[in-house]
């Protein structure tokens, strides 16, 4: 069975621009998460979305976005991105709320903002 | 502050030792899992117990869970260079969904 995959692996944009990540679960998995892992702040919930609804959320501004598709596969959108957006953005799936079950992680996004 | 805090936060022993690294949290938790981190790449689950068990095993793994102590360990046995990475404990908050809150991590080192 496919693990999960994100693309793209790697990304370099500018101060002000936005971003679209996506996620691909594995097959049958209908909750995909995503957070951030930076130096300073660690590994940080951004959401949850579950069966094409959000269930839960960090604490990131506005900016963050994200969504799901009927097919699982997930995206999540940065708007005007600051320096400080740069970080590996990561996205787990799992069969049922990442809480409670176990999570597999994809190999990340590594987004740097100059 | 994080749910999570690993300790320590840094560990260097040799090949074939026992490693042992800790993890407490704050609040009520529905289950801890452990996972492992190689050099910046995707998180490797490990172990998942959930808040009614007390200690569990994979293979050279052993976790233990002190609801009371709000604290857990994870020891890796007769440990191998491959070991080398971070660990990171998670917990579960239901927040209405629920919500994963790592902890900082350990980085462990291993020389062959």
């Known amino acids: 069975k496919a693990g999960v995959t994100q693309t793209p692996r790697y990304l370099i944009k500018t101060r002000g621009q936005q971003v679209t990540l996506s996620c691909s679960p594995i097959s049958g998995h209908r909750s995909v998460s995503w957070y951030q892992q930076t130096p300073g702040q660690g590994l940080q919930f951004l959401f949850e979305?579950?069966?094409?609804?959000?269930?839960n959320k960090g604490n990131f501004p506005g900016r963050f976005s994200g969504r799901q598709f009927s097919n699982s596969r997930s995206e999540m959108n940065v708007s005007t991105l600051e320096l400080g957006d740069s970080a590996l953005y990561l996205c787990a799936s799992s069969w049922t709320s990442g809480g409670t079950d176990t999570q597999y992680f994809g190999p990340g996004t590594r987004l740097t903002v100059l | 502050s994080q749910q999570g805090e690993e300790d320590p936060q840094a560990l260097s022993i040799q090949e074939g030792e026992n490693a042992t690294m800790n993890c407490s949290y704050k609040?009520?938790?529905?289950?801890l899992q452990w996972y492992r981190q190689n050099s910046g790449r995707g998180l490797v689950h490990l172990i998942l117990?959930?808040?009614?068990?007390r200690e569990k095993h994979s293979g050279r793994l052993r976790v233990t869970l002190d609801t009371s102590k709000k604290s857990s360990s994870l020891l890796i046995t007769a440990s191998r260079a491959a070991d080398t990475a971070s660990y990171f404990c998670?917990?579960?908050?239901?927040?209405?969904?629920?919500?994963?809150?790592f902890g900082a991590g350990t980085r462990l080192f291993v020389k062959a």
């Open positions: 117990i959930r808040s009614n068990e």
């Open positions: 979305y579950f069966s094409e609804t959000q269930r």
């Open positions: 609040t009520s938790i529905n289950n």
């Open positions: 998670a917990t579960a908050l239901n927040t209405g969904g629920f919500k994963t809150i």
